[in-house]
């Protein structure tokens, strides 16, 4: 990893995403890009015209940047090469647009515990994120003083279009020094024998020679609540699972778990884009 973007509102949830974020930094000497973005009546301008010919764009930007200086003070980003960024756009087109530009290595986004993403500081905005962004997304709820990763449970079908995302969590593991607990969920709807299970599993991970990992079929009444039931049982640190678009999970995922996982889980969540 070397860019970390973490969009953010000023709020206490963006803050408890900054503090990981600059965790992550210290640790793998990452720079750190804080995005504020000014979802404004663009529409108003006239033709030729640019955002700051805007009274009220003009005064947000300038209160913006007086926000951030708060936040560069802050002890937690000493040492760490932070850009701040106020742009007026469309917020989640604005976030992937930013990530494509700066050649983002990963989103760490604040949310508001329980409630998850429908509370989340960017809203509605924020579900089209998870569920489209090329780049994983790290969704953070509480306030983390010690972030680290031992315990990463990765829910999968393990069908072959999932292998590039397991690729992608094998180098958060690597960079983590974490075990990968590969979790299959069977459900009355999508049932599968415990020993087919495992030769699946088996079969797609073959071709890596990522060697700390657990295989684990677990049964429960919906693939949401296994993942998040097995999760609490091992205590895990992280969950991360694959996004497949505006498909949602791909198999045996229906369309809006990644979203349910993210609004549920009350431990951290990354999601892969497939």
């Known amino acids: 990893m070397k860019k970390l973007l973490v969009p953010t509102d000023f709020s206490n949830e963006a803050e ?7 965790q992550l930094a210290k640790k793998h000497n990452c720079e750190l890009i804080l995005l504020h973005m000014l979802d404004l009546p663009l529409s108003q301008l006239n033709d030729g015209g640019t955002p700051t010919d805007l009274p009220e764009a003009v005064y947000f930007m300038k209160l913006a940047h007086k926000q951030f200086e708060t936040v560069m003070d802050k002890s937690y980003l000493e040492g760490i090469t932070v850009h701040e960024m106020v742009d007026f756009h469309d917020i989640s087109r604005g976030i992937l647009d930013t990530c494509k530009t700066h050649d983002v290595d990963l989103i760490v986004m604040g949310s508001h515990g329980a409630s998850g993403l429908k509370e989340m500081f960017i809203g509605s905005n924020a579900e089209k994120i998870v569920r489209t962004s090329e780049t994983p997304v790290l969704v953070i709820k509480n306030e983390h003083t010690d972030f680290n990763i031992r315990e990463f449970v990765f829910a999968s079908d393990f069908k072959n279009d999932n292998k590039e995302t397991y690729k992608q969590a094998i180098k958060l593991a690597e960079a983590f020094n974490a075990k990968i607990h590969l979790l299959m969920v069977n459900t009355v709807a999508n049932f599968t024998t415990t020993a087919d299970a495992k030769v699946r599993i088996s079969e797609f991970i073959q071709d890596t020679t990522f060697k700390n990992y657990t295989i684990n079929i677990y049964n429960d009444e919906t693939a949401e609540k296994g993942i998040l039931n ?3 049982i091992i205590n895990a640190d992280l969950i991360g699972i694959s996004t497949h678009g505006r498909q949602g999970i ?3 995922f229906n369309g809006s778990l990644s979203e349910d996982i993210v609004n549920h889980a009350k431990r951290p969540v990354i999601t892969f884009k497939i």
Not at 16 to 22: G, L, P
Request: no cysteine; net charge positive.
């Open 250 to 252: 791909a198999h045996f």
């Open 230 to 232: 097995f999760s609490h």
């Open 16 to 22: 408890n995403a900054i503090k990981v974020a600059a």
